[in-house]
């Protein structure tokens, strides 16, 4: 079983400032790592992926995210959000032997820019 | 390409009653999971049918159910509505197959119970 902890529920932060959201995994398995962002009234969008090779990935809208194995951690970061970053943010991961597409989520993290 | 479509987008219902939701994958797309989005447990996957049998499932009761056509089309039905049930029901369409392939969302149908 797995289980993932996204330590902060809501992060308020400046136009242009850097923000960290971070995230905890528990696992008993080798996981692939998710970190998704849903807008209001929409589905959740896929930021960026770990599955195996570099610890850092890039993902979309100039996100990236380390994952630590010895921590078991998998950060997300981006250097200056804009206004339009503000967004609910989850952290998942899944069972990388396992067939087929369960998705464990964290709690998620609020993400308020403000001008 | 068109995306994952979800209908109803919003519904309402009363204890007791039943619901089907139904989800249209993006065409060619074989798997499709459904998660269940509440305040208070989160997301939480429900589960997975592809070509058209279930192959995971998570921890929900048997009042929970889905299927999948042959078209990949797949419906989840609850019966015997609880007010706990009101949530976003999300479901995601994928390649399939055994190994990784990226999920794509719906935007949800919104389940509220009075």
């Known amino acids: 079983a797995q289980s993932v902890t996204q330590l902060d529920s809501q992060v308020p932060v400046f136009e242009e400032a850097p923000v960290e959201l971070r995230c905890n995994y528990s696992?008993?398995?080798?996981?692939?790592l998710f970190w998704y962002v849903q807008y209001p009234n929409q589905g959740l969008q896929l930021l960026l992926k770990y599955l195996s090779g570099s610890t850092l990935v890039k993902g979309i809208n100039g996100f990236e995210a380390e994952f630590n194995k010895s921590q078991t951690s998998f950060h997300l970061r981006k250097p200056s959000v804009h206004i339009s970053d503000t967004a609910e943010y989850f952290c998942?991961?899944?069972?990388?032997?396992?067939?087929?597409?369960?998705?464990?989520f964290g709690g998620g993290t609020r993400v308020l820019v403000k001008p | 390409k068109a995306g994952v479509t979800q209908t109803p987008r919003y519904l309402i219902k009363t204890r007791g009653q039943q619901v089907t939701l139904s989800c249209s994958p993006i065409s060619g797309h074989r798997s499709v999971s459904w998660y269940q989005q509440t305040p208070g447990q989160g997301l939480q996957f429900l589960f997975e049918y592809f070509s058209e049998t279930q192959r995971n499932k998570g921890n929900f009761p048997g009042r929970f159910s889905g299927r999948q056509f042959s078209n990949s089309r797949s419906e989840m039905n609850v019966s015997t509505l609880e007010l706990g049930d009101s949530a976003l029901y999300l479901c995601?369409?994928?390649?399939?197959?055994?190994?990784?392939?990226?999920?794509?969302f719906g935007p949800g149908t919104r389940l509220t119970v009075l």
């Open positions: 995601a369409s994928s390649l399939g197959g055994t190994t990784y392939n990226e999920q794509f």
């Open positions: 696992s008993s398995v080798s996981v692939y």
């Open positions: 998942a991961v899944s069972d990388e032997k396992a067939a087929g597409n369960k998705l464990t």
